[in-house]
């Protein structure tokens, strides 16, 4: 159990996380996304001890991360975006190492390196020195290193970064187990990862919380609105497209050429409740045809780029449900 309660760091003047509050319960998997420098770093070095909040408490597992950092460590498996290994010990002398250095009983330490190296799927490497590995078996070994323990909770800052597909998969399919009874936070740039395997997800934004929940949950909380994907034969799309909403400047229609010879074009617009209706309407007035029409719900990308595209164009960010700002 993670609970975070208004925290704030300053560095100097600057403020990279400003007043985040949020809780992540058992066999929940929390997705950490956001811009680069949004703060999601920060955070999670102040929930592993890594660094202490100027403002605010942070609590994992019942314990201060400012009143009792060793406690914290006892209980939580932290993977950093730079993975902490040894080049030049071997695979398994490394996990041998670390699991000494978590303090796993002797009696149990060769079971729990075993137990990494499988979860992990380490064994074709086990006697080979680190430095000679590839990135994406380099990320395994930290993945590995940060479970070795069995700790209640997991931070894991970009997990399958540098790995192949295959890989990606079976990670993935690790970390979605263990989130069945453990407390997992994860950071990621490739939104599917976020769908695959979170059940919550928390979007920063220059160190603010823009928005928190299930994805669909956020979706709901923003200004009403659709994309529609739609096929049009007709010219000049561009220009009619910016006719079809009240704020071009919000739209931005994705325009892409299907046909020249027949005029058939693709468009992905997002518009607002109000004026998705309208749709029939301004194509008869602009003399286009409608091939194809699709109604899309907001996805977790389309989620992302509004509250952080919003936010950064001055735009006030949609209430929640509580009628609160995120």
């Known amino acids: 159990m993670i609970e975070v309660q208004n925290i704030t760091k300053r560095y100097g003047d600057f403020e990279a996380v400003k007043d985040v509050s949020f809780t992540v319960g058992q066999d929940q998997v929390l997705g950490f996304l956001g811009p680069n420098g949004a703060g999601k770093t920060t955070v999670m070095k102040i929930l592993t001890g890594y ?171 923003l200004k009403g609105g659709d994309r529609w994907e739609l096929t049009l034969k007709g010219g000049d799309l561009r220009e009619k497209c910016g006719r079809l909403v009240s704020d071009p400047a919000a739209a931005e229609p994705v325009i892409r050429e299907k046909d020249r010879s027949e005029g058939l074009y693709d468009v992905s617009i997002f518009l607002p409740d109000a004026e998705g209706e309208r749709i029939f309407d301004w194509a008869v007035a602009e003399g286009l045809k409608i091939l194809s029409m699709n109604r899309r719900r907001l996805s977790l990308e389309d989620i992302f780029v509004k509250l952080t595209r919003d936010e950064a164009a001055g735009r006030p960010l949609t209430k929640n449900e509580d009628g609160e700002q995120p």
Request: glycine share 8%; proline share 5%; hydrophobic share 40%.
């Open 51 to 221: 660094h202490f909040p100027s403002r605010g408490r942070a609590v994992v597992e019942g314990f201060s991360v400012e009143e009792d950092p060793v406690e914290v460590k006892k209980r939580t498996g932290y993977l950093p975006e730079s993975v902490p290994v040894y080049g030049d010990l071997t695979v398994e002398e490394y996990l041998s190492f670390m699991a000494a250095a978590r303090l796993v009983p002797v009696s149990r330490r060769k079971d729990a390196v075993e137990a990494g190296i499988e979860a992990c799927a380490l064994k074709g490497v086990r006697s080979k020195l680190i430095e000679t590995l590839s990135k994406g078996y380099k990320q395994r070994v930290g993945l590995a290193q940060a479970i070795l323990h069995d700790p209640a909770v997991l931070i894991l800052d970009e997990p399958t970064s540098g790995l192949d597909p295959n890989q990606i998969i079976e990670i993935r399919s690790l970390i979605k187990e263990l989130g069945k009874r453990k407390t997992v936070i994860l950071s990621t740039h490739i939104l599917q990862e976020v769908e695959a395997v979170c059940s919550k997800v928390l979007i920063l934004n220059e160190g603010k919380i823009a928005a928190q929940g299930r994805p669909e949950e956020i979706a709901r909380t």
